[in-house]
């Protein structure tokens, strides 16, 4: 409660979402992830694709994973920022990776495209709040 307390108290833009559309959004991106990334992962552990490839697709995890816990339960909002530019920076490494070194993951390259725009959306929201809390 006390974290909900907390973000509901930042300033934030009038465009920002509803807090309640977050958690629908994530459990629908964290399936996409999940397929995508996770063969991803089967082909450089099964020696189909490099593991250069598969670098920037284990980095956006950990960024990714990190982003809850620096944003609420540190409460930080630099933190959170900087961290999501890391989401967002290794997530086009790793589709650019995916893009040129394997055209058979094609597919999972235009199926990152929903997390790729949300994670875009959320890295300017993101920005944005911790500009107007600084």
């Known amino acids: 409660m006390n974290t909900y307390n ?7 833009p009038s465009w ?8 629908p959004v994530w459990t629908a991106l964290y399936a996409i992830i999940a ?6 992962f089967y082909k450089a552990f099964t020696g189909k694709l490099a593991w250069m490839v598969a670098l ?13 816990p ?10 959170a920022a900087i961290d999501i530019l890391l989401v967002l920076g290794t997530l086009i490494w790793a589709l650019i990776a995916l893009w ?5 993951l094609r597919w999972a390259f235009y199926a990152n495209i929903p997390y790729l725009l949300w994670v875009s959306f959320a890295t ?10 600084r």
Do not use: R
């Open 6 to 12: 907390w973000y509901s108290q930042l300033i934030k």
């Open 16 to 23: 920002s979402p509803p807090s309640w559309l977050f958690g």
């Open 35 to 40: 397929v995508t990334f996770g063969t991803v």
């Open 56 to 68: 920037p697709f284990a980095l956006n995890l950990i960024f990714n994973f990190a982003f809850t």
């Open 70 to 79: 620096l944003q609420f339960g540190l409460k930080n909002n630099l933190l």
């Open 100 to 104: 040129h070194a394997s055209p058979d």
């Open 124 to 133: 300017v929201l993101q920005l944005t709040i911790t500009f107007l809390n």
